[in-house]
């Protein structure tokens, strides 16, 4: 996945202990409009195994997951 | 509301009637000793908040639809319809009582709010009332279990990366992993938070102790059980009995989160493992030397909260007061019996709700932080993750002065190398 | 007049009790057949004699002592009350011997342990009518004390009645006359009950005694039988 993402908006959600992350994207999400594509940053490892689960339940789209760094990055595409 | 989805209701409503519920919604004899039991009354001295009248707005439901007098004489017990207004009235008085049970320590004959509420909380699901973030959570943690070959590869490469910390805080012996994960005939499997502040001080003491473990890839807690629904609840259990199965391991430990350490002992009763807090665990190590605590980490008074789940609905008070008795020799405690401790103000969901309910979980343990400030301490432990946060927020609030902490960390950070 | 007392001390007795047993086998089997909750609903910390201390906390109400002391005395003074008086009346068919282990005639106190038990209930009653404990209550808890107050009140100053007589009306024997015909299923009231001057107290006391059986079953009344079990659920 090389081409590059479009982001309209960013959540920096670094540091934040769990269930936070999903709470936030899950409200940050509904400001951009569907099919647009949100950036989430997060140290929290759990939000690993969080958000491709809840990009599942939810029904929207995790376009990309960049783990190189210390802060993990998720590329969302919000589908609902 | 039509007949239709009523009868959807009130079908929810019937499959709760088991013979514990029946006699709670039978007895209520509205004497009122519950009065004072309630933080949020004690706090804000509001009526509704008064535990049985919390259990009045359902038991008048009930009265209605399953008892004859409803129908041949309902003015008596003022039986109420089931219609909007009662979904209100219901969300209202579930969605502000935490569960702590500090009530059914007064009532004379024990009636259980919180399980009164739980028929609440399933008709608010029923009728698509429930706070929906809650469900939300719940359904992605379902959503964890059904698919954890999506994520176990890059979930146990984000691990990794934690155990350099885990290392700094106890020098591991070469060849041994930090974080060991998925490893079949562990004697515990340990089921963290997700979140590095719940993994890294508990992995350090494990290590410590020699421990033979490993790290679940499931999150302790259960959105299940806050919002009420049975089923929800059972999923996100499952797969961590399924994990502890397929791993063969002989005990399960529960991070500092009250409603998953009380769920998985009342639910997991019988299973071929043994249930215990991360603070029962750490107990036994410092009690069969496996583990020595410097004391001298530790300046000032300190007390202890005890999280309502783990405490008075758990049985967990003797473990974390002689862990503390290792790590200082002013401890003072809050409550003059546990079992009358407080709740924090933020169980039963309210704090996974977050800002939405910040106003109403400050306003309502007001008690709480009185408690806190006379002791006078400068250190505040506890033992929960859902605590740990609203304890944080009325330390803000109230301007308490007060460093709250876990248990768990302050073990890992006195570990003696 | 003669119809209506036979109506209220026969035919209505009849109907209530049967209402009033009836009434409570089925819904406590009922009740009790449902099944069982599957998880725990103990609190901590654990004491060891489980029974003991369910048993303890159902007719001792250690939290009422600790949490509203007032309330707790009347509230053990009341239910006293109510057992020496159910005493009294089991005494009205028979002597039993295990119940003169302190020795005194039929009805401990002479109609002084009845007009304490309305003292209690006139206190419940007014604790009912102010804040909180106002709001919590229902019309079902009001009723009830107002009718152990009218059955009390009736049954117990009988005794003072009959001293307007010099204890020449109405003694033990019309009573146990009265019961055993009741009991034997030949109801007739004695002449002796019927032509007292003071029998219209009786009736009275018969009649509210009445309604209040027949609302038992049904009403709040049954915590009597389900705080055992209720208190047993919590001790684990
Ligand atoms: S103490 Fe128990 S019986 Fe009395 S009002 Fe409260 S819940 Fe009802
Ligand atoms: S369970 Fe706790 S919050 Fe709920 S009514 Fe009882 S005391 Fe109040």
Redesign the interface.
């Known amino acids: 996945m090389n081409e590059e993402i479009k982001v309209d908006k960013t959540l920096d959600l670094k540091g934040l202990?769990?269930?936070?992350p999903?709470?936030k994207t899950?409200r940050g999400i509904k400001e951009v409009e569907i099919g647009q594509v949100i950036e989430v940053l997060s140290?929290?490892?759990?939000?690993?195994?969080?958000f491709?689960?809840?990009t599942?339940?939810?029904g929207n789209e995790l376009l990309k997951?960049d783990?190189s760094g210390?802060v993990?990055k998720f590329y969302i595409k919000r589908l609902v | 509301m039509d007949q239709n989805t009523r009868n959807d209701l009130l079908q929810l409503f019937r499959e709760k009637l088991n013979s514990a519920m029946t006699y709670y919604l039978e007895t209520c004899t509205r004497c009122g000793i519950c009065t004072e039991a309630c933080h949020v009354y004690a706090s804000m001295g509001q009526v509704k908040h008064i535990s049985a009248y919390r259990h009045e707005i359902v038991r008048r439901i009930y009265k209605k639809y399953f008892k004859a007098r409803g129908k041949v004489w309902p003015s008596v017990g003022e039986a109420k319809e089931l219609n909007e207004t009662a979904l209100e009235e219901l969300y209202e008085s579930a969605y502000s009582c935490t569960g702590c049970r500090r009530c059914m320590v007064y009532c004379p004959f024990g009636i259980d709010t919180q399980m009164i509420m739980s028929i609440a909380k399933l008709l608010l699901i029923g009728a698509h009332s429930e706070p929906e973030i809650l469900t939300l959570l719940a359904d992605t943690s379902i959503e964890k279990g059904k698919s954890l070959d999506l994520f176990k590869e890059s979930f146990m490469e984000g691990v990794k990366k934690l155990e350099k910390d885990v290392v700094k805080k106890w020098k591991m012996e070469a060849g041994e992993t930090a974080i060991p994960m998925d490893v079949v005939g562990a004697d515990l499997l340990f089921v963290a938070l997700a979140g590095a502040h719940s993994i890294i001080p508990t992995a350090a003491v494990f290590n410590a102790a020699g421990e033979h473990w490993t790290l679940s890839f499931f999150e302790a807690v259960n959105f299940g059980a806050f919002v009420g629904d049975p089923t929800r609840t059972q999923l996100i259990l499952d797969r961590i009995l399924n994990e502890a199965k397929r791993l063969k391991v002989k005990e399960v430990c529960i991070c500092e989160c009250g409603t998953a350490f009380r769920v998985m002992k009342q639910l997991a009763a019988d299973q071929p493992f043994k249930v215990s807090s991360i603070t029962e665990v750490h107990a036994r190590y410092i009690k069969s030397g496996r583990i020595k605590l410097d004391p001298s980490k530790l300046n000032g008074p300190v007390t202890y909260h005890d999280p309502c789940q783990i405490a008075r609905n758990g049985g967990v008070f003797d473990e974390p007061r002689y862990i503390l008795k290792h790590l200082t020799n002013d401890f003072r405690e809050m409550s003059p019996e546990p079992k009358y401790n407080w709740c924090c103000g933020g169980g039963g969901g309210l704090v996974a709700l977050g800002e939405d309910t910040l106003d109403f979980r400050m306003k309502s343990a007001r008690v709480k932080a009185d408690q806190i400030k006379t002791t006078g301490v400068t250190t505040l432990v506890t033992a929960c993750e859902n605590c740990h946060t609203q304890l944080n927020n009325l330390n803000d609030h109230y301007q308490l002065g007060v460093n709250v902490k876990f248990l768990t960390s302050m073990v890992a950070d006195a570990l003696m190398q | 007049m003669d119809a209506l007392y036979n109506f209220v001390l026969i035919y209505m007795v009849y109907f209530s009790v049967a209402v009033f047993l009836v009434g409570t086998t089925l819904r406590l089997v009922k009740i009790f057949r449902k099944p069982k909750q599957a998880t725990s609903l103990q609190i901590y910390p654990e004491k060891r004699a489980k029974w003991l201390g369910a048993i303890y906390d159902t007719f001792l109400f250690p939290s009422a002592r600790k949490h509203k002391p007032v309330l707790w005395v009347f509230l053990i003074v009341f239910h006293a009350c109510l057992l020496l008086l159910i005493i009294g009346h089991l005494e009205l068919f028979e002597e039993f011997k295990i119940f003169q282990l302190i020795p005194h005639e039929v009805f401990l106190g002479n109609g002084f342990l009845g007009l304490i038990f309305c003292v209690t209930l006139l206190y419940f009653l007014f604790r009912r009518l102010l804040s909180p404990v106002r709001e919590l209550s229902v019309p079902e808890d009001y009723y009830i004390l107002i009718l152990l107050f009218l059955i009390a009140i009736f049954g117990s100053q009988m005794d003072w009645a009959r001293s307007w007589y010099g204890y020449e009306e109405m003694v033990v024997g019309d009573y146990r006359t009265y019961l055993l015909n009741l009991l034997t299923l030949k109801p007739e009231v004695p002449y002796n009950v019927l032509i007292a001057g003071h029998s219209f107290m009786l009736v009275v006391h018969v009649f509210f005694a009445n309604l209040f059986l027949i609302f038992f079953p049904f009403s709040q009344s049954m915590h009597s039988f389900l705080s055992l079990p209720m208190n047993k659920l919590r001790r684990g």
């Open positions: 202990p769990c269930p936070m999903i709470l899950s140290t929290d490892p759990g939000s690993l195994a969080d491709p689960s809840w599942r339940s939810s997951t783990q210390e993990t």
